[in-house]
């Protein structure tokens, strides 16, 4: 009799952790990079290796026209909800929770995350990575407990990684499992690999009987800029030809690709430099190998990002689950000019070809690569190239209608309205969707997005700027006085959508000075009362 008892116990574990069935509902993987340029990755042309990523946009689609927030944590709310980030109150940073609608510092608990959804349906949920999403005052206390938007409040099962924003790569602050917080690191402590070994454990003990959401987001490349010393001077030698032929290289394969319209000229974005960016040979040698040094490093955090999105796809393969997975690739917003000359000129080169930076909302800023990989309904493309106009608040319906699964109509007993995102399935089906204007604000830079037209303004601008896509699709040539009454059209949806989504008042107060004045109005920062 033990022995049949035995014999059943095996049977269950091995069935329990069998190969999901082609009728199994498709699993997710949500990959997000941090800070990552449009053209920073091999399939978009850059001289990164990325032969993981590479090989998922070879097999699926690329999108050339995606768009984000031009901000990290307004990016990861209006992917885990579909909507405009201050709408689920995430419209600033999580430095300050400033006590107004739309800027309370986390998303707010009355609109379902995408793991809430999933887990909802019977998905297990997991995540390693990149939070972001909570007030920091709920966490920097090495005691602090949970204020109701940690991620395993959120709908993740099992979580591992940093509530915090930013920090260091060997010591990260906020590190976390589950609800634990961690604050000993092992000598060869590496966060990006901790990041990759923790999503793997986690599909390791996944039950296959379930179908699988994780969200896998990565730190890197964000700031500060860390990596092991052979590895950023093994890419030293292909950065020392400088700025100025990495970046025609990279316009001249994404226009191969398909990836950017072909008949421009490569843009060199002076007005980003006060008229005045310099060429690589107007570098002194000690700046250009203060460049050198700063994109050796960057390339190699990239590398190990791509190896480590290696493992986790091996992991998938090994438990039978990779063919029936869904997997996409994204970056929250464009490369950062934080950190003066050097870094504006590496971020103009991780940009290429568009505008400006990141926290700005010229298309620099906002323009992301997306990634779409799932064979099993969509091996067609074999690496096509979709130019269909999408945003960040489109990823979950899209994951949802590929679950086939549905929005819910209430959450915590109160109804709730569809999300401010339409689902991107049409368009991987050949099929046209209706066109959508797409709204942005960050710290006062706000645009629209509207057919051919982009209508812009920094925060220290005084009237818009007007681009005309068609003729100038990197944002160089003003014709706002040419087409007054398109800026006063543009003007007049941009001001709807302020107000229908809790966007004004703007904030005009520099970083700073924006956290202590409502630190010192609202002491009480520890969450959401």
Known sequence: MRFIFLLSILSCLCFSNRAQS??????????????????????YGSEVPTPNIDALAHQGVRFSQFKNTSRCCPSRASLLTGRHQHAVDMGWMTAVDEHRPGYRGQITDRIPTISEIFKQNGYATYM???????VDGSWRSVDSKPNGCWPTERGFDKYYGSLSGGGDYYKPKGLTLQEKRINTFPRDYYYTSAITQNAVKFIQEHNTDEPMFMYLAHYAPHRP????K????????????GYDELKEKRYANLKKMGLIPAGFELPLHQNEYDGKRPSWNDL??????????EMATFSAMIEIMDDGIGQVIDALKKKGMYENTVILFLSDNGA?????????????????????FKSYTYLGGVSSPLIIHFPKKYAKHNGSVKSDLAHIIDILPTCIELAGLKYPKKFKGASITETDGKSMVKILEGKKRKLNDYFFEHQGNCSIHSGQWRLVKNA????????????????????????LEVVSELEKKWLIWAKNNKVLPLESKPWGQRINYYKEINPDQDGID
């Open 22 to 43: 082609k009728s199994s509902p498709p699993n997710i993987l949500l990959i997000m990079a941090d800070d990552m340029g449009f053209s920073d990755l091999g399939c």
């Open 128 to 134: 390693s990575g990149k939070w972001h999403l909570a």
């Open 225 to 228: 800029l860390q990596a092991p």
């Open 230 to 241: 052979a590895m950023v001077e093994a890419n030293r030698a292909k950065y020392s030809v």
């Open 284 to 293: 002194g040698k000690e700046a250009q190998e203060k460049w050198i040094t």
């Open 336 to 356: 950062t000019n934080e950190g003066g000359l050097i870094s504006k000129l590496a971020a103009d080169l991780s940009n290429t070809p568009y505008r400006s």
């Open 460 to 483: 220290t601008d005084k009237h818009w700027h007007l681009y005309n896509l068609k003729e100038d699709p990197f944002e160089q040539k003003d014709v706002a006085s040419q087409y």
